[in-house]
């Protein structure tokens, strides 16, 4: 969510960005309904101490049938003006947080993914003397993966990993978040069933509120209780990552300047709905519903060049990691049309999937400025005593399916092994997968 004067003050350039990144939103609608509920504030306060003046008044002796009557009035037009006044504010709300952050200058104008820029790449494509498998094949081979029993127990998207999958993905994880905590982020393992302020903060709702035919996040209909018995009304749910959970650490609460930037690094199951992904990719792994990730988050000053640069350091983690593991990726920066709404600068690492024939992502890397910071109020005081929004950025350094897919495809044998990433090896005690 963005300021409403730095709105006013920045018009054009907030509608550009409405329309580059395909949102349907009347920018002059939210300016007139901003200056509608100003001026609803400004009569109700002049209402409100006139009648408080004609109480004070009526102290002093009995009012007179005027001074009654004008009470009377006030009252009702009171009354009148607060439920227009609510159904204004909610119409400004609605629209205020659709409002997008105006994307950097370095951003590719683009409508769709296809639009996408790719800026880099490393390593080679994997060759083979043989037609490479799919991971469907390679984990239903080696029985690394059950695809049938999954669906049976979990639903559709369902699966179990066993054996020296659930060792491979396991070792995966420990990997990166080891990583993580050598480059200087704090572990945590945050909750990921959450309340609805921590989603909507982080901006996991399309609108002002959960909407269960858009927003890919599941609720949680069954309610907690409190301490003394009680049932406890907030509404809960299942996060889809770390994000949220991570973001909301400091909400409402003021930060140092001088202990900026904080950077953090989480572990946790994620829940998705995939409601908008109806029809796509139906088989194995790379659309779920549940899976394991290990998220990058980093809280900043005010400051656009150094969050640039502490977003450039995510990315560059997230491609030492592809490096480590000889997973050969490219590297996309999303374009206007592709990016959420509160994204300034967004960056995604795919990696080559060769028994499928395809890139898969495996990384997302975004800078969102103050848009999440000012949901969920999170401030620093400068070293001068100001008191201002944080700048906040994540990254996913690793998920479990599709990197686990691509050392499937990637390091697969002719006879049918394969063979596990050095580095990963510590963690397995095991080389490479055979068939038992």
């Known amino acids: ?69 004008e009470g009377k009035n006030i009252k009702l037009e ?35 993914e296809e639009d996408n820029k790719e800026i880099g790449k490393w390593g080679k494509l994997p060759e083979f003397d043989f037609k490479p498998k799919d991971h469907i094949e390679i984990a239903e081979d080696l029985d690394l993966v059950d695809f049938k029993r999954g669906t049976k127990v979990a639903g559709y998207r ?37 309340k609805e302020f921590a989603l909507f903060g982080s901006g996991y709702f399309k609108g002002a ?10 609720q949680v209909v069954t309610s907690d209780k409190e301490f003394d018995g009680s049932l406890n009304k907030e509404k809960k749910f299942l996060a889809g990552t770390a994000e949220p959970s991570l973001l909301s650490y400091f909400s409402d609460e003021v930060l140092k300047e001088e202990d900026l930037p904080i950077r953090f690094c989480g572990f946790s199951p994620c829940y998705r709905s995939e409601i908008g992904s109806y029809g796509k990719d139906t088989k194995g792994l790379y659309r779920v519903h549940e899976f394991m990730k290990i ?4 809280i900043c000053k005010a400051d656009i060049e150094e969050s640039v640069k502490l977003q450039d350091e995510m990315v560059n983690i997230s491609k030492e990691i592809h490096k480590d593991l000889g997973l050969h990726y490219r590297q996309l920066q999303i374009c206007t049309g592709d990016m959420s709404p509160g994204k300034y600068r967004a960056f995604d690492l795919e990696a080559w999937l060769p028994g499928s024939n395809r890139w898969a992502e495996t990384g997302s890397a975004s800078n969102l400025l103050d848009w999440q910071a000012r949901r969920l109020n999170v401030r620093y005081i400068t070293k001068t005593g100001e008191k201002k929004h944080v700048y906040m950025l994540n990254n996913t350094a690793m998920p479990s399916p599709r990197p686990f897919m691509a050392i499937l495809e990637s390091f697969q044998t002719k006879d049918g092994k394969v063979k596990i990433p050095k580095v990963l090896q510590k963690f397995t005690d095991f080389d490479e997968i055979i068939k038992s």
Not at 11 to 27: Q, R, S
Not at 90 to 111: A, E, H, Q
């Open 1 to 69: 969510m963005l300021d409403i004067k730095f709105i006013r003050d920045n018009i054009d350039d907030i509608k550009l960005a409405v329309l580059n990144k395909n949102i349907d939103l009347n920018i002059d609608e939210l300016l007139r309904l901003n200056d509608e509920r100003r001026q609803a504030q400004i009569k109700l306060d002049e209402l409100r101490s006139r009648r408080n003046k004609l109480a004070s008044e009526g102290k002093n002796g009995k009012p007179s049938e005027k001074q009654i009557e």
């Open 78 to 112: 009171i009354v009148k003006l607060e439920e227009s006044s609510i159904s204004i504010n909610k119409k400004y709300f609605d629209l205020m947080v659709r409002v997008p952050t105006i994307p950097s200058s370095d951003t590719p104008i683009g409508k769709r």
């Open 158 to 194: 369902g699966y179990y990993l066993k054996g020296q999958g659930a060792q491979l993905v396991m070792s995966l994880m420990m990997y990166v978040f080891n990583k993580m905590i050598e480059k200087g982020y704090e572990p945590l393992i945050p909750p990921t069933l959450i």
């Open 295 to 298: 998220e990058q988050v980093i």
């Open 209 to 218: 509120e959960y909407d269960s035919g858009v927003d890919e996040i599941y």
